[in-house]
């Protein structure tokens, strides 16, 4: 079956636009995760939506950012007023499920590279 | 502080070597990953473990929990084995992953 899907792979924006970044999970899973991994770096952690909430958003580095799960499977990451400090690849995970623990394996999209000039 | 370290950073071998790339942690987990991520590619999951032993292949990775502490091993390196390893932990009462910084791992034919 399809793996995690994200569009669009490469993103390039000026400073102070507003950008959209799109991730659709596996079919039936859940839980579904963003991440950022700026060069050279393991990423860190987002956000995370169990169904159509947001479970924990702590990672959200400030109000600029904000995703969305409306329906429990495709998820939009936003952001605005873009700075160059945003500059990084997004990345989105799924799992079947997360119970108590969160111990289940995520499956990784292939990201989207955001550059901001 | 919840924090996990990898290491070596890099490391480069020649081909039939086996490697050990090492992660340890502070707290306790409730589960690890081992990750693989290629250049310019996506990550894959290799392994998920919270106790023993686990092998796929030529991967093995093991955990001893009471010394916090993980390792994957490959045997019999090959240069397509080229990529950044990374290990990521859930720490107990969290459901969302905290990753090492990985290593980048170079096998010469």
């Known amino acids: 079956g399809a793996g995690v899907s994200q569009t669009p792979s490469n993103k390039v924006t000026e400073k102070g636009k507003y950008v959209e970044l799109r991730c659709d999970p596996i079919?039936?899973?859940?839980?579904l995760y963003w991440y950022r991994q700026s060069l050279g770096q393991g990423p860190e952690f987002l956000i995370y939506?169990?169904?159509?909430?947001?479970a924990d958003d702590s990672g959200l580095p400030n109000d600029r950012f904000f995703a969305v799960r409306p329906e429990g499977s495709v998820s939009t990451l936003k952001i605005q007023r873009t700075e160059r400090g945003d500059s990084a690849v997004y990345l989105c995970?799924?799992?079947?499920?997360?119970w108590g623990g969160g111990a289940d394996t995520q499956y990784f999209g292939p990201g989207t590279r955001l550059t901001v000039l | 502080k919840n924090e996990v370290e990898q290491s070596p950073q890099n490391l480069t071998a020649q081909e039939g070597e086996f490697i050990t790339i090492n992660c340890s942690y502070s707290?306790?987990?409730?589960?690890l990953h081992w990750l693989q991520q290629h250049p310019g590619g996506g990550i894959v999951s290799l392994f998920m473990?919270?106790?023993g032993k686990k092998k796929h292949g030529r991967l093995i990775a093991t955990i001893n929990i009471q010394e916090k502490h993980s390792s994957l091993h490959i045997t019999a390196s090959h240069p397509r084995d080229s990529a950044v390893y990374i290990c990521?932990?859930?720490?107990?009462?969290?459901?969302?992953?905290?990753f090492g910084t990985g290593t980048r791992l170079t096998i010469i034919p």
């Open positions: 995970a799924s799992s079947l499920t997360s």
């Open positions: 707290v306790g987990i409730s589960a």
């Open positions: 473990l919270s106790s």
């Open positions: 990521a932990v859930w720490f107990f009462g969290s459901e969302k992953l905290t």
């Open positions: 079919s039936g899973h859940t839980a």
């Open positions: 939506f169990q169904g159509t909430g947001a």
